[in-house]
């Protein structure tokens, strides 16, 4: 932009005095003709955000240190008397000691506010001694593991069709279901960003599972009965809150450090809720017993992901280190093994649901790679004839070194390499499609046909069938985006993922888009966090930045 002249700036000074002078005269018609324009008002959106019933309890913050210097300086008499002095510095000494024991004792509720990170923690500790809150989630947890499940196998040959014409006919079968989806319920669920997600499978009621920035799990019944719900009855009913909703601080202490990255339920009877957090730690919360207990921990590596075998007894757990670990949830956790399979970090892991004997890692070297389960396990034996048998962890020379030798040869089955870090990578409920996101902005599709996982020769080295355009560039204020296959083997594999224009869009397994699900007068946030229940075709719930929960049904539930 040019410089202005000082005569141009001088013309300015003069307008700015006429037109104060003619407004202090009230000459209102003098003004405008000058033809200054007039500042408009910025539009009002028609969207209001849901406003949470819940009190959140506001803690204290511990004395703040101060130069006794600096804070004396000002107050010193420079005439000052010897007998003066012995006073106040007397005083400055017993002030000094004041607050050093308000500083211990300041250290100590921090301590004892980590203290339960490793203990079991019961309902009632978990809700912040809130009895009623706590009992009202007992009797829905126990409601939920006393109804029985059928267990749904996956057919890994199912939707697979030789002509184009049957692929389209289940995509429109699912466009008529899942385009009518509408905003049924929301909710402030959680205190902070929602991080993580996952729907429970009961068909009777709509229960979710959200992880947030700081440790807390809420869990949202988003269909309960309005007689449930305590709310002013004078209030907006556009901002009022749909269904029931707990919130559980499992991960200590409340702060980013425990972010919950992820959050799986036990894929036999889905009784038991497990989470992983950036506290280093994993933990899992039993509905028949209501206790909150460790089952996992590295102090050393932050945890980022985390997957359970269709056993429900196996779990693989990535880490900040680019390691996997190993963890048989009938052993102790000191036997968990760690093998490191990247030199950066791996985001996110994924277990075969059909072929358990194949993991999937996603990792910021920019790699997908499918590793063979089997040949990791066998680095133990390979290892116990020149080292110790309780060596449980292999760094990276040792699985390359395994990797080229005899014993290691498909080890690594598959490799495929992004232009930026993969942030997410998931098997569909087949076990035979696979969904990755990355930063350079690309959803990509893989199809792997059965014979590829038979023997132990690596698969064929080909591009992804599928590239979609896709904006993954969340930023430092947004959760990260993840494609989530909807986890129900017996209808047509699709995924879920947010839009960074606040909808949700729905994506067949051959990247056909079948629904964008939006709606401008509830929502005007990015819907980050995405999950679909596991049973019914037509549900689907999404969290955003400010712990605010949508659930998607069609409007006549």
Excluded at 126 to 143: G, H, K, P, R, W
Excluded at 170 to 180: F, G
Excluded at 298 to 317: K, Q, V, Y
Excluded at 319 to 343: E, F, I, N, P
Aim: glycine letters at 4%.
């Amino acid at each position: 932009m040019a410089k202005l002249s000082a005569y141009e700036r001088e013309r300015e000074a003069n307008i700015a005095r006429n037109r104060a002078l003619l407004e202090q005269l009230e000459l209102k018609q003098a003004v405008d003709g000058l033809g200054f324009p007039e500042k408009q008002a910025p539009p009002k959106t028609k969207a209001k955000p849901v406003q949470s019933t819940k009190k959140v309890k506001k803690e204290t913050d511990a004395p703040r240190r101060q130069s006794a210097r600096l804070r004396s300086a000002a107050t010193i008499d420079p005439n000052e008397s010897p007998s003066n002095k012995r006073k106040r510095e007397a005083a400055d000494q017993e002030r000094l000691a004041k607050e050093a024991e308000e500083r211990i004792e300041a250290q100590e509720r921090e301590w004892l506010a980590k203290k339960p990170r490793h203990d079991e923690l019961d309902l009632i500790t978990l809700t912040d001694e809130v009895s009623a809150e706590a009992a009202s989630l007992s009797i829905a947890l126990q409601n939920i593991s006393q109804t029985p499940r059928a267990k749904q196998t996956a057919n890994v040959e199912a939707f697979v069709f030789e002509e184009d014409a049957k692929d389209q006919a289940q995509v429109e079968q699912l466009r008529e279901k899942l385009q009518a989806l509408k905003v049924v319920a929301r909710a402030k669920v959680t205190e902070n960003r929602v991080y993580s997600a996952v729907f429970h499978p009961d068909c009777t009621k709509d229960l979710i599972f959200f992880g947030d920035k700081h440790g807390q799990l809420g869990i949202w019944d988003a269909r309960a009965p309005q007689d449930q719900i305590d709310h002013d009855d004078e209030s907006d009913a556009d901002t009022r809150e749909s269904g029931k909703y707990w919130r559980l601080q499992v991960h200590w202490p409340a702060t980013s450090k425990s972010s919950i990255s992820s959050v799986k339920l036990d894929p036999i009877d889905s009784h038991t809720v497990y989470t992983s957090s950036y506290d280093c730690t994993i933990r899992s919360l039993s509905f028949t017993s209501g206790v909150s207990r460790e089952i996992f921990t590295n102090d050393d590596t932050l945890i980022c992901s985390m997957d359970l075998a269709p056993n429900g007894h196996e779990m693989w757990i990535s880490d900040a280190a680019g390691g996997v670990t190993h963890l048989d949830l009938r052993q102790d956790k000191s036997k968990a093994k760690w093998y490191q399979l990247s030199d950066q970090k791996i985001g996110c892991v994924s277990v075969n649901p059909s072929r358990p004997d194949f993991l999937l890692t996603a990792s910021n070297s920019k790699e997908l790679r499918i590793w063979d389960t089997r040949k990791l396990r066998s680095m133990l034996t390979a290892s116990s004839s020149s080292s110790d048998e309780s060596l449980i962890e292999f760094d990276s020379a040792f699985v390359t070194k395994y990797r080229e030798s005899k014993e290691g040869v498909g080890c690594l089955r598959g490799e495929w390499r992004h232009d930026k870090s993969v942030s997410s990578a998931y098997w569909d409920p087949r076990g035979r499609s696979i969904v990755s996101t990355s930063y350079d902005d690309a959803i990509r599709i893989w199809d792997i046909h059965s014979p590829a996982f038979e023997g132990y020769k690596p698969f064929p080295s080909t591009r992804p069938f599928c590239r979609i355009s896709h904006n993954c560039q969340t930023g430092k204020w947004l959760t990260i985006l993840r494609a989530q296959w909807n986890p129900n083997p017996e209808v047509y594999p699709h995924f879920t993922i947010a839009n960074m224009n606040h909808s949700l869009d729905i994506i067949s397994c051959k990247g056909e888009r079948i629904a964008r699900l939006s709606d401008p007068s509830k929502i005007t946030a990015v819907q980050a966090v995405t999950c679909s229940h596991p049973s019914i075709v037509e549900r689907a719930a999404t969290g955003n930045a400010s712990g605010r929960c949508v659930l998607w049904a069609p409007e006549d539930v």
